[in-house]
């Protein structure tokens, strides 16, 4: 069954950085596209980044690019989500989803599902 664990959110202050995790279990992350997402208090869900396990193909929102980086380990089964010059637009739980892909490229309007409990980030002085 596939599962995915998020972590290492936190409080941080406006400017700082934290670093985000997404472990799966039950499957590996090979032939699969994995996303992050987030959603604000009162507000949808949002798309922030996504990447290809097979090609390390990347896609970012717009409100996040030159701030955010996904990686992937695939050795660990694990996505990173590397935050810098955070906002406090920025605070929302943040959620990973995956889905077996055979694209080389990922979209956030990709159909990702499994979604982890998701882990809190809060950006505020």
């Known amino acids: 069954q596939l599962q995915l664990v998020e972590s290492g959110g936190g409080l941080v202050q406006p400017g700082g950085s934290l670093t985000l995790s997404c472990a799966a279990s039950?499957?590996?992350?090979?032939?699969?596209?994995v996303g992050w997402f987030r959603r604000a208090p009162g507000k949808e869900r949002e798309g922030v980044s996504c990447?290809?396990?097979?090609?390390?193909?990347?896609d970012y929102a717009d409100s996040v690019k030159g701030r955010f980086t996904i990686t992937i380990d695939n050795a660990k089964n694990t996505v990173y989500l590397q935050m810098n010059s955070l906002k406090p637009e920025d605070t929302a739980v943040y959620y990973c989803?995956?889905?077996?892909?055979?694209?080389?490229?990922?979209?956030?309007?990709?159909?990702?599902?499994?979604w982890g409990q998701g882990t809190q980030v809060t950006v505020s002085s």
């Open positions: 039950g499957f590996t992350l090979d032939l699969h596209a």
């Open positions: 990447i290809v396990s097979a090609s390390g193909n990347t």
């Open positions: 989803g995956a889905f077996r892909s055979t694209s080389w490229t990922c979209r956030l309007e990709d159909p990702f599902h499994s």
